[in-house]
């Protein structure tokens, strides 16, 4: 069984930075790609980024493009995402997901397995 572990959430001033990494093991292994998506107070969970294997690639959402950093570190298993210029708004649960079928790179419902979150919470 796939298990995703988050960690790297705290509080963080505005213009601050985090990186959050999520460890991997299991089925993880064999998956389509990775994602990061988080849920912000009183709304849905929503898509930040993701990180496909073969062929690689990466997916941001728009809004966050230039700001946020996703990647791979093949020593440690581990998807990190790089979070620059922290805003209030980025305020929000953030949570590692594994997908195992292709589509859908953004889409929460094609992802198969979620780590627990890790909450990311931005000041003044």
Known sequence: QAQLVESGGGLVQAGGSLRL??????RTFSSYAMGWFRRAPGKEREFVAAIRWSPFNTYYA???KGRFTISWDNAKNTV??????????DTAVYYCAAKYSSGGINSESTYDHWGQGTQVTVSS
């Open 21 to 26: 990494s999520c460890a991997t093991s299991g």
């Open 62 to 64: 728009d809004s966050l």
């Open 80 to 89: 990190s995402l790089q979070m620059n210029s922290l805003k209030p708004e």
